[in-house]
Nanobody, 123 residues
């Protein structure tokens, strides 16, 4: 069992930056694929970025490439999402999640979820 807790959300103006953090506790593994997801009101949850817990290999959705950076600190069991150049359309609840099989970073594949943190970008 893995517990995930997000923090770092808030209100920011367009063009600004935020750094989200995800604290993981419980039995993590180098096999895990960890990711950030978001869900805007009235929309489906979508993948934002993911990182392999062991190798650090990263994956990004096209709409955040060049703006967001995912990272992790294995020693601290922490994952981060640095968000720069924020746009109003980035407004959503952001979730961290983990796939224990390490095979897929789409939302349906995730086994464990945090409760989310709200990011609001004003224009």
């Amino acid at each position: 069992q893995v517990q995930l807790v997000e923090s770092g959300g808030g209100l920011v103006q367009a063009g600004g930056s935020l750094r989200l953090s995800c604290a993981a506790s419980g039995r993590t593994s180098s096999r895990y694929l960890m990711g950030w997801f978001r869900q805007a009101p009235g929309k489906e949850r979508e993948s934002v970025a993911a990182i392999r817990w062991g190798s650090g290999t990263t994956y990004y959705a096209d709409f955040v490439k060049g703006r967001f950076t995912i990272s992790r600190d294995n020693a601290k069991n922490m994952m981060y999402l640095q968000m720069n150049g924020l746009k109003p359309e980035d407004t959503a609840v952001y979730y961290c999640a983990a796939d224990s099989s390490g095979k897929d970073w789409r939302p349906y594949a995730m086994d464990y979820w945090g409760k989310g943190t709200l990011v609001t970008v004003s224009s």
